[in-house]
């Protein structure tokens, strides 16, 4: 699977939209980007994935570059509830391996 | 969404002894799952592969005989710590998917090990 890069930490102030990139210029045709989150001594949330289109659902907006080596995860109105690790991961699905990368920690702020 | 389920959800065990992980999937059939530690402050890191009915495959440097993993429904894997030492305290987790290339990977809660 490709290997992908996050900046360790992020802060953003509670209301305003958190917006975190990975990198994944590795990635191969069939690997999804996948986004999980992981709130301390829980296991990890899934968020929103996608393969090439933007996508977006209740919890976030995922935009993906039109080369697919980087992607955005878009939080619209940050709450403190959000302060999590996030994990960008690309993910080939059916049965083959899931390995998280170290993740960004994002802080929100009041 | 589908749900997988661990159990429990955190245990202390004195060293020397052994300790049984649960990990289910509630609504669909697993024939695959995984299986993950956390050290504090570290990320999550691949332990093995379970297959239902076959050997489980081990990460590299992960000691197959000291974590022992049995798959023997589409609906259940186990993961015990066997001979567990304080340097085994850590969170594991399990996850499984539905198969298929455009699907999600389900995460059990986790279980926090504690061995003194």
């Known amino acids: 699977d490709a290997k992908t890069t996050q900046p360790p930490s992020m802060d953003c102030a509670e209301g305003r939209a958190a917006n975190l990139p990975c990198n994944h210029s590795?990635?191969?045709?069939?690997?999804?980007v996948y986004w999980y989150r992981q709130i301390h001594s829980q296991g990890p949330q899934y968020i929103i994935h996608?393969?090439?289109n933007n996508e977006t659902n209740e919890m976030a907006s995922l935009i993906i570059t039109e080369d697919r080596k980087s992607s955005t995860l878009i939080l619209p109105h940050a709450t403190l509830r959000d302060t999590a690790v996030y994990y960008c991961?690309?993910?080939?699905?059916?049965?083959?391996?899931?390995?998280f990368g170290s993740g960004t920690k994002l802080n929100v702020k009041p | 969404g589908a749900v997988v389920s661990q159990h429990p959800s955190w245990v202390i065990c004195k060293s020397g002894t052994s300790v049984k992980i649960e990990c289910r999937s509630l609504?669909?059939?697993?024939?695959?799952m995984f299986w993950y530690r956390q050290f504090p402050k570290q990320s999550l890191m691949l332990m093995a592969t379970?297959?239902?009915?076959?050997?489980?495959?081990?990460e590299q440097g992960v000691e197959k005989d000291k974590f022992l993993i049995n798959h023997a429904s589409l609906t259940l894997s186990t993961l015990t710590v066997t001979s567990a030492h304080p340097e085994d305290s850590s969170f594991y987790i399990c996850?499984?998917?539905?198969?298929?290339?455009?699907?999600?990977?389900?995460f059990g809660q986790g279980t926090r090990l504690t061995v003194v």
């Open positions: 996850s499984a998917d539905t198969g298929g290339f455009d699907t999600e990977a389900f």
């Open positions: 590795t990635i191969s045709g069939n690997e999804y």
């Open positions: 996608g393969l090439k």
């Open positions: 991961i690309a993910f080939k699905g059916n049965f083959n391996k899931f390995y």
């Open positions: 609504d669909f059939q697993a024939t695959t």
């Open positions: 379970s297959n239902e009915g076959s050997k489980a495959t081990y």
